[in-house]
């Protein structure tokens, strides 16, 4: 198992990162915090962007990420196309991000949760194994936008004039 761990937050997930932090170094990890460094109001991409390019190019291979909602620093990190973010609300949806989709990155709701569930969900993504199988597939599928289902969205919201031309 990976010990090395990329972590980052704003100002309204930095108490929840700075738990996380003290905890999972009890244990024996390490990690690699990206900011944001105190609770004064920062923008988040400022600190997932560099956080997720790192895990993009695999110097680091898992990562945690913080912010009120979990929403937009998860949209930051889900533009790179080697990320799989998960926004992780409870116990099950975090076991199935990693079983069934392989994410790579938690983002985790600070304004939502307590310390001790956001621990409880960082433990469980950090220790559960993807099954691979048919979520191999589906996985493999996501970078690929052209593939037949989206060729068909496309067809399906063109006009009548413009479908024409393309038999
Ligand atoms: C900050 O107030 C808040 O907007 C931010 O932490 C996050 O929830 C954004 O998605």
């Not at 680091?60 to 949209?75: A, D, E, L, P």
């Not at 191999?136 to 004039?161: F, L, P």
């Amino acid at each position: 198992m990976d010990t090395l761990i990329a972590i980052a937050s704003d100002h309204a997930g930095f108490l929840i990162k700075e738990y996380i932090k003290e905890q999972l170094e009890k244990e024996g990890y390490v990690l690699k915090d990206f900011g944001c460094f105190s609770e004064q109001s920062v923008d988040y991409p400022d600190f997932i962007h560099p956080l997720a390019q790192s895990i993009n190019t695999e110097k680091y291979k898992r990562g945690i990420i913080i912010c009120g909602t979990g929403n937009g620093v998860s949209m930051v990190a889900n533009k790179y196309p080697n990320i799989r973010c998960a926004l992780c609300w409870n116990k099950d949806i975090t076991l199935f991000a990693r079983e069934h989709n392989d994410a790579n990155i938690i983002a985790l709701p600070a304004r939502f949760i307590t310390e001790k569930e956001a621990m409880e969900f960082v433990k469980l993504f950090l220790i559960t194994s993807f099954e691979g199988g048919r979520h191999k597939a589906r996985v493999d599928k996501i970078n690929k936008i052209n593939c037949g289902e989206n060729k068909w969205v496309i067809r399906n919201t063109m006009s009548k004039e413009l479908l024409q031309y393309l038999h």
